[in-house]
């Protein structure tokens, strides 16, 4: 639930932030990748029923590999506010969205011709669409700016659970010959594949509701982001043409990331793979595709074959916290200014570049992070997000939960709050921005020069003593 500035183009629908005390669940931008509008991330926001429990995956005996998609239920799906977005955006007014809703069949039927230039018939292209209504209730979804954010440490504690965990090795044990073979055809670590469907989808019971082909036709034709979800409303018919996923299993998140590790459906286009043998990718019901696809896209963002993807580390005190910039250098280099492993292990690879967050502040763990941290960033670009699917693979393989504590009686700023700091942080001229309440990027910038201003560990982090401090004028 994994980030993410105005300078970049919209990746994912929020952000999970570990910039300072907060992950923040907000509306994001930046590039598209695999999953950047996941399920995990719409149970996060409550556009789906939290209150559902998760039925147990079930195997036909006479097809092993295949897994029973979860079965939806719950409450009905709420409905469009029918208020302004929050962005501001002229096309995410209330009337610029009854406008286009009232628009919605003729936008539809006039994506024929490009459909079917991608080899899709019409009489295809037609029975795919036909009865088609839009989700209004996802323009709610697109401009959310929820109040309060989550603290890294809390959004650990959802994610990284025992009875996950015991699931993770149910399905590593079950399925130990399909790991094996993926991992010997792609490289990629089996344990962060089976990190990645646990938090992605909780092993295929929790990969969203919504169908496809109608989320993303209503983003493709309602909202701001029209010409972006053209593109995965396209592939979503794609998919439905080629046979891949049956119509009726062909459902996910509110802005159209599906199956067991949640591809977006142009990223399923490039990426996933038909590891079974079936002439079909079907990354809702087949295992050896699930694994092998998830494989695939990891192989595709550099992922480096025999390394991990980082280290808990013991920040000194008086460590020099603008070291924590994401600048690369080697392991031997960070251990040179006091960096140590915790729990008093040595580096395995002192020659392994590597950079430095601190996502709790100085009164919490550090965490050297290398190439392949990157790599899980690329599959969602949040290092909280991450953060949880190194651990949770660490967990899986054996490991420990992390040595050091968290600074678990930190308060977590609100929206207002997180806005004032903003606000504040520019009237000294730190910060440059605009305020809009993200605690990410130029923000944390400016906090850490503001920090090392007045003495304090320039940590970036957002706590509400420095809130106070900025407040008070000292």
């Not at 570049?353 to 009164?363: D, E, N, V």
Request: with cysteine.
């Amino acid at each position: 639930m994994r980030v993410s500035t105005a300078a970049r183009v919209w990746r994912n629908g929020l952000v999970v932030a570990a910039a300072g005390l907060g992950v923040c669940l907000a509306p994001a931008t930046g590039h598209a990748q695999n999953n950047p509008f996941s399920a995990i991330q719409d149970l996060f926001t409550g556009s789906v029923n939290r209150t559902q429990t998760a039925q147990p995956q079930q195997f036909a005996p006479s097809q092993p590999a295949q897994v029973a998609p979860a079965p939806s239920g719950g409450s009905a799906p709420k409905e469009w506010s029918g208020e302004d977005g929050q962005s501001g955006h002229p096309l995410m007014t209330a009337s610029a969205i009854r406008q286009s809703a009232a628009n919605f069949s003729t936008c539809v039927a006039g994506f024929e011709g490009d459909a079917a230039r991608r080899g899709i018939p019409s009489e295809n292209f037609r029975r795919f669409t036909a009865g088609l209504t839009p989700d209004l209730r996802i323009m709610d979804l697109v401009d959310a700016q929820p109040e309060f954010t989550k603290a890294v440490w809390d959004y650990l504690d959802i994610l990284v659970t025992d009875a996950r965990l015991a699931r993770g090795r149910e399905m590593l044990t079950k399925h130990a010959a399909i790991f094996e073979q993926a991992e010997k055809a792609y490289g990629v670590d089996r344990y962060i594949i089976a990190a990645i469907w646990g938090i992605e989808s909780n092993y295929s019971t929790q990969a969203g509701d919504r169908p496809v082909v109608r989320s993303t036709a209503t983003l493709a034709c309602i909202g701001r982001r029209q010409k972006y979800f053209k593109d995965e409303f396209l592939a979503t018919l794609e998919i439905l043409n080629r046979g891949d996923v049956k119509p009726e299993l062909l459902k996910g998140s509110w802005a159209g990331a599906f199956g067991a590790t949640q591809f977006m459906p142009t990223a399923f286009k490039r990426d996933a793979v038909d590891f079974d043998g079936d002439g079909r990718r079907n990354i809702v019901e087949s295992v050896p595709d699930i694994i092998a696809s998830t494989s695939n896209k990891f192989k595709k963002s550099s992922w480096q074959t025999g390394q991990t993807w980082g280290y808990e580390v013991v920040i000194p005190p008086k460590f020099n916290y603008l070291y924590a910039d994401r600048r690369m250098m080697t392991v031997a280099q960070w251990q040179s200014l006091g960096i140590k492993r915790a729990g008093g292990k040595d580096f395995p690879r002192t020659v392994d570049q590597a950079y430095l967050i601190a996502p709790g502040g100085a009164g919490g763990p550090g965490f050297l992070m290398l190439l392949n941290f990157r790599a899980i960033m690329r599959y969602n670009p949040s290092e909280a997000y991450a953060l949880a699917i190194g651990h949770f693979a660490d967990r899986l393989r054996g490991g420990q939960p992390f040595v050091q504590a968290w600074p678990r009686d930190e308060k977590v700023l609100t929206r207002a709050e997180r806005l004032e700091l903003q606000q504040l942080l520019a009237t000294r001229g730190f910060y440059r921005g605009e305020p809009d309440g993200s605690l990410s990027g130029e923000t944390q910038k400016a906090l850490r020069s503001f920090q090392a201003s007045v003495g304090a560990p320039a940590d970036g982090f957002a706590s509400s003593s420095v809130l106070a401090r900025l407040r008070s004028g000292r």
